[in-house]
């Protein structure tokens, strides 16, 4: 069942075949282009962000990233049946098409890709050096919201995408995880640490307890 504004519930998924991962690359390259610069298109939530107060039941999907500077680092929460809370704490309001091309972007990510292994099923890039962030992203598999299927890529800079160690013989980071972290880091746009409103991603950040 697809996740729609009106249910988050999601049948358990099993693992597509190659011509149904050559589909849903071809989906990616779609629905991409349509929902790109989302976050420019964003409305003032009603009443302020410090009005919204996330209930677990709404939640979509969560992305979070861990650096050196900030080991618990917020990106981004989309709520049923519209809503976006960004990395600076900001809560707004999504249009229909942009509210749902990144729930379907963040479902395939998380279904349509083989398992990573490892602590929080994590693909990791390929680079020079180390110490680089943790990008996590964690979507509601439940009506309710308390389970979640997660992805992570550690390294993950919007452009290269060789893997230091191959996955079941995939040797760069699969399309749908370039895509989704891609689209979800545009919640990043305007971003300065120290200048997030922490009362809000609190709020968040309390609904996803104890698992975060």
């Not at 680089?132 to 979640?148: C, K, M, Q, W, Y």
């Not at 880091?185 to 698992?211: C, T």
Request: proline share 6%; with cysteine.
């Amino acid at each position: 069942m697809v996740i729609t504004r009106t249910s988050l519930h999601t049948t358990t998924a099993t693992q597509p075949s190659p011509h149904m991962q050559q589909q849903t690359v071809a989906q990616a390259t779609s629905v991409s282009p349509a929902i790109a610069g989302w976050h420019d298109r964003l409305t003032p939530y009603p009443g302020g962000s410090q009005s919204f107060y996330p209930k677990r039941k709404d939640l979509a999907f969560v992305q979070l990233r861990s650096t050196m500077m900030q080991p618990e680092g917020f990106t981004a929460a989309l709520f049923a049946p519209d809503v976006v809370v960004d990395a600076r704490g900001v809560v707004s309001m999504l249009g229909d098409d942009d509210w749902q091309g990144l729930v379907d972007v963040a479902k395939r990510a998380v279904t349509q890709t083989p398992q990573a292994g490892g602590f929080r099923n994590q693909w990791r890039i390929r680079h020079g050096s180390t110490c680089h962030p943790i990008d996590l992203l964690r979507v509601a598999t439940a009506s309710e919201g308390d389970n979640f299927k997660e992805v992570s890529v550690y390294g993950f800079d919007g452009g290269r995408g060789e893997l230091e160690q191959p996955v079941g013989g995939i040797k760069v980071l699969p399309t749908e995880l370039k895509e989704v972290f891609n689209l979800v880091g545009e919640a990043r746009d305007g971003y300065e640490i120290g200048h997030e409103d922490l009362e809000v991603i609190q709020r968040v950040k309390a609904i996803l307890r104890p698992a975060v």
